[in-house]
């Protein structure tokens, strides 16, 4: 598989290494008295020694309890995603001053890009990205907002690359599936127009254009009810038969990691979910027009692509394995929560009875959105059982903060008990008071966006902060990542990756250090319930699911479930957990996947 963009050689944060990350927040005290401290009034404007970003890293992990704090946060967020997008007007004409310099670095990068054959493409493209991104990140010239706005024109130029492969599928099902009626569309012909243009803006409209063409093809094929094929395993088809495509797709979805650009990825995020990964809003401005049917619009509030005729079927498309996704991880994680009152899955009488009595369930959903639809079902199945739930809600983007603030005053139900501004990016320090409280803790389709390294200390916090038989739900994009380019190519111009099988599955490097008796926690993964495990790696689609219970652990027990999970004992492991916890794994994974079977996204 081709090594994606970002370093695999990343920082160790495994037990071994250290235990919790420095915080690199320019020395702000971000918990004060063990306690959420509340977001501060101060803005960037009002920070006059600070940098936006270093303000923004200075809210890290803050209560946000008015629409009004929200606000604060959303606004300059607003601001540095349009300021950065304001580069584009200085790609065909630029003045003559440093940022020129650094246009025409981009137009020489662009042209080597554009000028070499797509099945020659990859390791060209590798080197070249790789480079510019690293200049302009390490540069001193560049303010923040340019920075950011070169970035978001290497995405452009990804796009453009990813367009031409949708070309590519698209002539593999016209040609597959004798689609006659779309002889007329000159596929062909629209590839010799796309490579003979040499101006950015205008192969980037002609790529837009050829891309809205090929998803006609493809929704043709896709968009009935019951297709006689997926579309995930049309892709998987297409990529056998073209393996060097296949290879330049996977060096299309990948992340640069620089320590230099740490503080920005949050506020790309921001710009990803109010441009080509939301609605569009971000995306009015004039260069872009070309591109307004691109956004993916994710959390379905329909407003750019309104007059895209085959939006819609591409939406339902990829919703259908995203829905049988966040299906299965609810029933699964609502039976896990309640499969502890079950005598057969744990001897423990006094955690039975904890369980069994009326009590509340503690859950904490991080990357949650502006409905944590990740965790909303399981919050309701429970409540309809009598149980009460207290949810903590975090987010990095200004918008979903304030829907969230609005739904909790608004409800006034105490269903969410919190609401929190946290950027998985930067370090994430919990409160004492967070130690051991959650039963559950998610991580709604957020993981893949982040750099390996803080993959694996996002899972080590989630550990930190779950009960000892608790749970950690991950929905997550896997290795499959690749397959989408020909549905949705707009969302690799902000971010996109995935999260390797051997972060997921690592679970003595995930293990954090537990009390003053040396012993650990240790998130074990409940292959019954994943939708893959270590000896079948095949995916349906892009989409993976992980469920980990949190067990307490000592060290030598650790490396004996260790042994036993390298050498594949999976049936000892289990039964050293269930020796250690009193919690029989077996028949855990039995009542978790009860129900949630006919959901499976398997």
């Not at 029933?331 to 369980?355: F, G, I, M, P, Y």
């Not at 608004?410 to 946290?422: F, S, T």
């Not at 694996?456 to 896997?478: L, M």
């Not at 902000?494 to 003595?508: G, H, K, T, W, Y």
């Amino acid at each position: 598989m081709t090594q994606p963009l970002h370093s695999r050689n990343t920082p160790d944060t495994s037990v071994q290494g250290r235990n919790t990350e420095v915080s690199n927040t320019s020395g702000h005290q971000l918990r004060m008295n063990g306690n959420v401290s509340k977001a501060t009034a101060a803005t960037p404007e009002q920070s006059t020694q600070e940098s936006p970003l270093a303000w923004f890293r200075s809210q890290q992990g803050k209560s946000i309890e008015k629409p009004e704090q929200a606000q604060q946060l959303l606004e300059p967020q607003k601001q540095i995603a349009q300021e950065a997008l304001a580069l584009l007007d200085h790609i065909d004409a630029p003045e003559a001053s440093t940022l020129s310099t650094w246009v025409h670095q981009f137009h020489y990068y662009h042209h080597k890009i554009s000028n070499t054959p797509l099945e020659t493409k990859t390791e060209v493209f590798v080197k070249e990205q790789s480079d510019f991104y690293c200049r302009v990140h390490e540069s001193s010239e560049l303010t923040e907002e340019q920075k950011l706005g070169f970035e978001f024109l290497l995405g452009l130029v990804r796009f453009q690359i990813a367009a031409e492969i949708d070309l590519k599928f698209a002539i593999f099902l016209r040609d597959k599936c004798e689609l006659t009626e779309f002889q007329h569309l000159g596929l062909e012909e629209m590839e010799e127009q796309v490579h003979s243009e040499t101006r950015f803006f205008k192969r980037l409209a002609r790529a837009s254009e050829a891309s809205e063409k090929a998803i006609d093809v493809i929704t043709k094929v896709f968009g009935t009810e019951k297709p006689q094929q997926s579309y995930w395993q049309a892709a998987k088809d297409f990529y056998a038969e073209n393996t060097e495509l296949e290879r330049l797709a996977k060096a299309l979805i990948s992340i640069h990691y620089e320590p230099e650009n740490t503080g920005f990825l949050g506020i790309a995020q921001h710009l990803h979910w109010n441009g080509f990964g939301g609605d569009g809003k971000y995306l009015t401005h004039e260069k872009l027009k070309a591109m307004k049917n691109q956004a993916f619009n994710y959390h379905g509030n329909q407003t750019a692509n309104a007059s895209c005729p085959h939006f819609t079927q591409r939406l339902e498309i990829f919703g259908r394995g995203l829905k049988e996704l966040m299906t299965f991880a609810s029933k699964a994680t609502t039976n896990a929560l309640t499969a502890c009152q079950d005598s057969a899955v744990t001897t423990d009488s006094e955690n039975r009875t904890a369980h069994h009595q009326d009590r509340t369930f503690y859950i904490y959903d991080l990357c949650t959105g502006p409905k944590f639809a990740a965790v909303a079902t399981t919050a309701a199945a429970l409540q309809q059982q009598g149980h009460k739930v207290a949810l903590t809600l975090s987010d990095v983007d200004g918008s979903n903060l304030k829907a969230l603030v609005d739904r909790k005053n608004k409800a006034a139900d105490g269903l969410i008990e919190d609401v929190r501004y946290e950027d998985l990016n930067l370090p994430l320090e919990p409160p004492e008071s967070d130690l051991d409280k959650y039963d559950l803790v998610s991580a709604s389709l957020g993981l893949h966006q982040l750099p390996d390294h803080r993959q694996k200390s996002c899972i080590q916090h989630f550990t930190r902060v779950a009960k000892p038989g608790g749970f950690i739900s991950i929905p997550h994009v896997n290795e499959l990542a690749h397959t989408q380019l020909m549905l949705i190519p707009a969302n690799i111009v902000d971010r996109e990756s995935f999260v390797p099988d051997e972060i997921l599955l690592n679970f003595a490097e995930l293990a954090v250090r537990h009390g003053t008796g040396g012993s650990f926690k240790v998130p074990y993964p409940l292959r019954g319930v994943t939708t893959h495990s270590p000896e079948n790696s095949d995916k349906e689609n892009l989409y993976g699911y992980t469920m980990y219970v949190v067990v307490e652990l000592t060290g030598e027990q650790l490396s004996g479930l260790q042994e036993h999970w390298d050498q594949a004992e999976y049936s000892q492991a289990n039964q050293l957990i269930s020796s250690c916890t009193n919690i029989d794994i077996d028949e855990l994974e039995q009542q978790i996947y009860k129900g949630a079977a006919e959901t499976s996204p398997q």
